[in-house]
């Protein structure tokens, strides 16, 4: 990774700061090495506890453009003023490019990584894409300092590196959230384990997905009823700007055990030019509902001009109807499938199944061989199949999935995609039995 290009403004004020800071602390060491220090006789060296040496950053990072970089980004600095050095432990790594990044990401079974790299240079990247950037110190004891950085420098190593992604409970910012708490020896899940916050995992996705309506359809479709179970804040810390809101408002002791904030101020090095982060997930139910009902009313529309006898109208519906029914039915496989063959425990039990039924396949073949049909014997029917009747049976169980919410445990948030999918597969139904009535088998 090469760098964008040099530090400028605030960046450059934090950076001498911590220069100034460094050469503060020499001196220092070296009066109490005379013997003028307060307190301390002539001729008598003290040390410094160690770990005071160093300083200890929290990184933030604003959202970006790219699907992923939504949910914003964090990293861990340490700052070594006896080497020198500013590394940002960054736990986002992954690599399209990877020959098993693709079979895992389907399995459910992704490899992320940390890495440590110069501040600098990923604050030059976060500048150049736009995204804001702030850095904050992590008051710790020089103790705790020092086993913070040996947890990094340990985790930086080929051995290490590698974990199991989670993209809810396992990822760049729990990770960061898990070595501050490590530390701290509990500190901050005792203080937010317990905290209720009224949100999801669905809530937050909706949330910051929903200017990107094709990715904001996905996650609505694939997570299941694991994603509305209401969260802990130290569960809410997935996302980076909540974890740099809850440690704001806690508080630690010093090393002489005064209390003190456990975040600094924070400087906003890198300022972007970009829209503010969504506070509330948004309301598509609406245009969802409409959506469906124009789709089933298009549907409907084109049976009724078959009805008519109209050529065209059948040969319309069949094509679009098995264009539809190809998508759905193949959407429903493939989520059911996930169960059984993927670790991607977050798609579990999913009641969109209900709604993207896998016999919608059985009606696409039947709408495709009357799309092909010239002869007009047999219309509407495929191996005692009947169009209609397939066309009735994928309405009634997407309405069982509507009517099964009403029992305990099956609530899961799917109203936006029972809004689409139920008109739909209503119309298409009524169309197919308008076009192909069974006094015409």
Known sequence: MTRAGKLSGRLTVVVAASVVGAASLSAQSDA?????????????????PPGSHLEILLMTIGPGDEVWEKFSHNALVVRDARARTEVAYNWGMFNFSDTDF??????????YSMRGFPASAWLDLYRAANRDAW???????????????????????????????????????????????????????????????????????????????????????????????????????????RLKQYLDGMGTVDAEGAPTPLLGEAVHVVEADRDAIPLAAPEFLLGALL????????????????????????????????????GVGLMGTVLVLSWIFTEHIFWVLNENAFQANPLSLLLAVLLIREA????????????????????????????????LQVLPGLDQANGEVLAVLLPAHAGLAWGVTRAWPRSRV
């Open 102 to 111: 693709w079979p895992r990401f389907v399995q459910g079974r992704m490899l």
């Open 32 to 48: 109490i090495t005379a013997g003028v220090g307060p307190g301390v006789g002539p001729g008598v060296q003290v040390d410094p």
């Open 135 to 241: 850095l904050q110190t992590v008051n710790l004891t020089p103790a705790e300092r020092l086993e913070l950085q040996t947890i990094v420098q340990e985790m930086d190593t080929e051995a290490n590196r590698y974990y199991r992604y989670d993209y809810y409970l396992d990822n760049c910012s729990t990770r960061v959230r898990d070595v501050l708490d490590r530390v701290l020896e509990g500190r901050i899940r005792a203080e937010t384990e317990n905290l209720e916050t009224g949100t999801s995992f669905r809530w937050h996705s909706a949330r910051l997905l929903q200017s990107s309506h094709p990715y904001y359809a996905g996650f609505q479709f694939l997570i299941g009823p694991r994603g509305d179970e209401p969260i802990s804040a130290w569960e809410e810390m997935f996302l980076p700007i």
């Open 372 to 403: 092909l049909n010239r002869k007009g014997h047999q219309a509407g029917v495929w191996i005692g199949f009947r169009a209609d009747t397939l066309g009735k049976v994928v309405v009634g169980v997407a309405l069982l999935g509507l009517v």
């Open 291 to 326: 959506l469906g009902c124009a789709i089933g009313a298009l549907f409907a529309g084109l049976g009724w001009m078959a009805g008519e006898g109209r050529r065209w109208g059948r040969r319309a519906l069949a094509l679009l109807g098995a264009a539809w029914s190809t």
